[in-house]
């Protein structure tokens, strides 16, 4: 099994080298590693590992599943030789969580953060010939300092947490670049406009350095546009076409650095043409109201838990989802990596982009630096992908709130505002389900399965209510101020086949029959989707996952209902 596809699609140069395949590497319980001079000295190093496959995983070869407290790599590379006058950069889709590089022995880098993707310039450390390269990641997810998703806080799963992931987990690879390069380019849709517009961030860009973009369709030049390297452009697009689910249209961008003439460096983009927003409690895209009928995805795989073992299941998972009735997702408590977003682009699946910050502890300012650092790097990655109408930082923090309340407020406020910087186009919803401070969607989760009681919970919702709507907070939770009210976790309806019942736990009781779960999931939807003061709903959930038996598929993506029933509730 090998990831053999480039890992940022919306951003990439022809000249790079996949790392991904086998590495040696060996556990380091006692954090002992740095004291034996492993950096320098990977000799000791006698296992074998599937890279970017995490070690509890049965994909990598390992399958170990107790706490690691740190895991080193190794392997050698050689640089192609018509990198000998770029600069050279290792990049890490992701790695949980303390991550350190070394590259002939020396220093390469440094990142704490389980699911934001990072690089370093590795240009100085590189000789010619083999190369020796040394990763160390260290992780301690009971430390409360570091957000680690749904990973088991015990030593086996239990309840809705499920198998660990340490360490490399996301593709890594080499990419060779010119002195002055493209860092980022910030997209941002002018759908009234018709346009895009572009803000380049460019390194060691001189005086007379331009940049330019070139807009394509099927490989014809639609329209080009030059500035200074340091100004931002307009991108007029002739006879606009829209970016939408029912027509996912998404146009080639091609970034280009100029000097005297000659093209010195060029970035291979995407982007599609929308217009997401809030207008009282509704949304709309592309100024036409919407509906959000989503499904919770947590982006679990029995044989690669984080890691999806190749391209085509990312796809598939969207597939999916849309094939019984869901429109989009709400990615939940894991940063899901550039490729679902780049086939969601793709297939016109909307999504809200969520962080995996369940394990951090509001009493420790290190925990709160962490999570907004490691934030701020995901927005920043994720920002361009279309399909991204939405951020969550959190979720369900009445924990945190309980017992922090005020670190917990002003945590969850300069997130908000932080996000809002970042990208002023897209909702912000601050904490999935609880405890509001402040928001632009109204999120409450539920999951009542007695429809009728369920209904009752919604008499209340409308725009002039002014009342706190988050019941299970409360005394902790802002009143509700007319913005789109979401059910954004729901359902949940356990259903496994007899002989797992014991193992397995969902939702509510077990239904007795299956026609028992369709007609939970026909209420209960139906009860959000008539209601005219509800602008979504998210089912909980895409697949089963390990021991949480309330998926619409099994663990491993086989239907366990008719897909067309679930279609006609859903869609």
Not at 259 to 281: C, M, Q
Not at 373 to 395: C, G, K, M, Y
């Amino acid at each position: 099994m090998f990831r053999s596809e480039h890992p940022k699609p919306q951003f990439h140069r022809d000249k790079w080298l996949n790392l991904n395949g086998k590495w040696k590497f060996a556990f380091d319980f006692g954090l002992s590693g740095d004291e034996k001079g492993w950096a320098k000295d990977p000799s000791a190093f006698d296992g074998e590992i599937n890279v970017p496959f995490c070690p509890e995983s049965k994909l990598s070869g390992v399958g170990y599943t107790d706490f690691i407290a740190a895991i080193w790599y190794h392997r050698t590379f050689s640089v192609p030789d018509a990198w000998s006058d770029s600069c050279v950069f290792l990049h890490f889709g992701a790695v949980d969580y303390d991550c350190r590089a070394w590259v002939n022995g020396q220093m390469a880098g440094r990142h704490y953060g389980g699911g934001a993707s990072f690089s370093f310039d590795i240009t100085e450390l590189l000789q010619s010939g083999e190369n020796s390269l040394v990763v160390c990641a260290k992780d301690d997810p009971l430390s409360g300092l570091q957000p680690g998703g749904k990973q088991s806080h015990e030593l086996k799963s239990s309840g809705c947490m499920y198998t660990r992931t340490t360490g490399i987990w996301q593709t890594v690879w080499l990419e060779a670049r010119t002195q002055t390069y493209i860092e980022s380019v910030r997209v941002i849709p002018d759908f009234d406009g018709g346009r895009f517009v572009l803000t380049p961030i460019v390194c060691q860009a001189r005086q007379g350095t331009e940049f330019h973009a070139v807009l394509l369709s099927e490989g014809e030049e639609l329209a080009s546009v030059s500035v200074p390297a340091t100004n931002s452009a307009a991108l007029d697009i002739p006879a606009p076409r829209p970016w939408s689910p029912s027509d996912p249209f998404l146009y080639d961008l091609q970034f280009e650095l100029v000097e005297d003439g000659n093209i010195i460096d060029t970035v291979h983009s995407y982007a599609g043409l929308r217009k997401f927003y809030i207008e009282g409690n509704k949304f709309y895209l592309n100024n036409k109201p919407i509906f959000l009928r989503l499904v919770l995805d947590q982006g679990f795989y029995p044989d690669g838990i984080w890691t999806a073992p190749s391209d085509d299941k990312l796809r598939k998972d969207i597939t999916r989802s849309m094939a019984v009735g869901f429109n989009g997702a709400r990615l939940h408590q894991k940063v899901f990596e550039e490729r679902f977003h780049y086939w969601a682009d793709r297939l016109g699946y909307l999504t809200w982009g969520e962080y995996c910050d369940w394990g951090m502890d509001f009493g420790k300012p290190l925990a709160i630096q962490n999570h907004q650092r490691e934030w701020r790097e995901v927005v920043l990655r994720d920002l361009n992908h279309p399909s991204i109408v939405a951020w969550t930082p959190f979720n369900e923090t009445a924990g945190g709130a309980q017992a922090h309340f005020e670190a917990h407020r002003r945590a969850v406020q300069e997130t908000v505002d932080l996000t809002r910087a970042l990208d002023p186009t897209r909702p912000v919803n601050d904490t999935s389900g609880y405890v509001h401070v402040d928001t632009d969607i109204y999120t409450v989760h539920d999951y009542e399965q007695d429809i009728d009681e369920f209904r009752s919970h919604y008499t209340e919702v409308e725009p002039d209510s002014r009342k706190v709507l988050d019941r299970a907070c409360p005394d902790l939770s802002v009143a509700y101020t007319g913005q789109p009210f979401v059910v954004d976790e729901y359902g949940g309806t356990w259903w496994a086949e007899k002989s797992e019942q014991d193992e397995s736990w969902g939702y509510g009781q077990r239904p007795n029959s299956i026609e028992e779960v369709y007609n939970r999931i026909e209420g209960l939807t139906k009860t959000l989707a008539s209601h005219p003061h509800i602008a979504g709903f998210c089912y909980t959930q895409l697949t089963d996952i390990e021991q949480e038996r309330n998926g619409i598929y099994t663990y491993d993506r086989k239907p366990k209902f008719d897909g067309e029933r679930l279609k006609k509730a859903f869609g």
